[in-house]
């Protein structure tokens, strides 16, 4: 059986699901040290937790906005694509996509999805440090989503 998805309003939810996710985002915030010290400060059971934990996560509709595509032209040289995937993983962004042409006339058009949720600058920064790179002829966004 394929698992199925259901996006539900969380105030019809069960108490044990709700304090689930309340264990997840202590433990994610480091607001406890111990999947114990969590259950039992939300006072749920740690097998109820360990039953959902899996199951469960909150449904962000605002993240989807955090990715950013990017366009660019690089010289044919080795090396160039590398160091701007090494910048922008340096950057703390996630690279969720790349899509490379062929070159011609020695250029490559590169086009990435990035993950920018945990961006150390902003979108634009990130983008002049890629124009700024060696080998990078053209940068620009072409999409947000």
């Not at 490379?100 to 150390?120: H, K, M």
Request: proline share 2%; aromatic share 4%.
């Amino acid at each position: 059986m394929t698992d199925r998805y259901y996006v539900v309003r969380g105030d019809i939810l069960p108490d044990g699901i709700l304090k689930t996710l309340q264990v997840k985002e202590m433990l994610q915030r480091g607001e406890a040290a111990t999947v114990h010290e969590a259950v039992e400060r939300v006072g749920l059971s740690r097998s109820a937790f360990y039953k959902y934990k899996d199951g469960i996560a909150v449904f962000n509709p605002l993240e989807r906005e955090r990715i950013v595509t990017i366009s660019m032209d690089l010289q044919h040289r080795s090396g160039v694509l590398s160091k701007v995937l090494g910048l922008v993983a340096g950057c703390e962004g996630n690279v969720l996509t790349i899509h490379q042409s062929i070159p011609l006339q020695g250029l490559a058009n590169v086009v990435i999805s990035v993950d920018t949720g945990l961006l150390d600058r902003s979108v634009n920064e990130l983008l002049a440090a890629i124009r700024a790179q060696d080998g990078v002829s053209r940068a620009s966004v072409v999409g947000q989503g």
